[in-house]
C-alpha cells in the first residue's frame, strides 16, 4: 500500500493543480483572444497532432472525451468560421475526416508557439513539484 500523504504532499498538490488552472486559464485567454472558444482551440490542436493531421469526428469525441453528437456540432462550428473541412478518407471513401483549413494551421502555430513558450516558463516549478511528490 502506498505511504500516507504528508502535508507536504498536500501543499504540493494544491501547489501543482493551482499551476494547472492558471495554464488552462492562459490557453483559454489566448484562444479567445484570437476568435475561438477553448474548445474549438483544443480540436484544432487535436487534429494537427493526429496521425496525418486528420481525424474523423468519433475520434475527435474520444480526444476531447465528448459525446459524438457534441464533437459534430463543434467540427460544424469550425467548419462555419473556415477553420476545418470534412473530406472522404483515402483508405475508405464511406468515412468522413476532418482536415484543418490553411487558415486554422497559421492560427495554431501562433497559438501552439504562445502554449509552447508558457510551458516553457512554467517547466522548473512543475518539474519541482513533480519531482517533490517522488
Do not use: C, W
Amino acid at each position: 500500500m502506498d505511504e500516507p500523504i504528508s502535508d507536504s504532499d498536500f501543499r504540493t498538490l494544491a501547489t501543482f493543480r493551482r499551476e494547472l488552472r492558471q495554464f488552462l486559464q492562459f490557453s483559454e485567454a489566448a484562444a479567445l483572444s484570437q476568435g475561438l472558444s477553448p474548445q474549438q482551440y483544443q480540436a484544432l490542436l487535436a487534429i494537427r497532432g493526429a496521425d496525418g493531421q486528420q481525424m474523423t469526428v468519433g475520434n475527435l469525441a474520444e480526444t476531447l472525451l465528448l459525446r459524438p453528437h457534441s464533437a459534430s456540432g463543434l467540427v460544424s462550428r469550425l467548419e462555419t468560421i473556415g477553420m476545418v473541412e470534412r473530406h472522404g478518407s483515402e483508405e475508405d471513401g464511406r468515412r468522413r475526416v476532418v482536415k484543418l483549413s490553411t487558415r486554422a494551421k497559421a492560427l495554431l502555430d501562433t497559438l501552439s508557439a504562445a502554449h509552447r513558450s508558457e510551458l516553457r516558463r512554467r517547466r522548473a516549478l512543475l518539474t519541482t513539484l513533480l519531482d517533490s511528490l517522488g
